[in-house]
């Protein structure tokens, strides 16, 4: 098992910067991968930024150049730094550890999200 608490969302103007905090406890070196994702209002829920299980990152193309995924692996927490932020940024982002089982199954791990809103 897996437990993920989000943080550092908030209210912010076009072009400003949050940083989101993501604190795991568990399991969590057996997860495959990690990321961000985010869901808008009426939309799909999209990843954001991730780490593949080789360590390497990969960015949603709306956020590359602005969005930074890191992780402090002594205090297994991850972050997204989101620069330039835009309007359309606006979602509950969610942290999430993904891990991959027997026969491919996925085993998905969320956090509960939390609200970025960025006004233009």
């Known amino acids: 098992q897996v437990q993920l608490v989000e943080s550092g969302g908030g209210l912010v103007q076009a072009g400003g910067s949050l940083r989101l905090s993501c604190a795991a406890s568990g399991s969590i070196f057996s997860m495959n991968s990690m990321g961000w994702y985010r869901q808008a209002p009426g939309k799909q829920r999209e990843l954001v930024a991730g780490f593949t299980s080789d360590g390497s990152t990969n960015y949603a193309h709306s956020v590359k150049g602005r969005f930074t995924i890191s992780r402090d692996n002594a205090k297994n927490t991850m972050y997204l730094q989101m620069n330039s932020l835009k309007p359309e940024d606006t979602a509950v982002y969610y942290c999430?550890?993904?891990?991959?089982?027997?026969?491919?199954?996925?085993?998905?791990?969320w956090g509960q999200g939390t609200q970025v809103t960025v006004s233009s």
């Open positions: 999430n550890a993904r891990f991959v089982g027997l026969y491919a199954v996925l085993y998905d791990y």
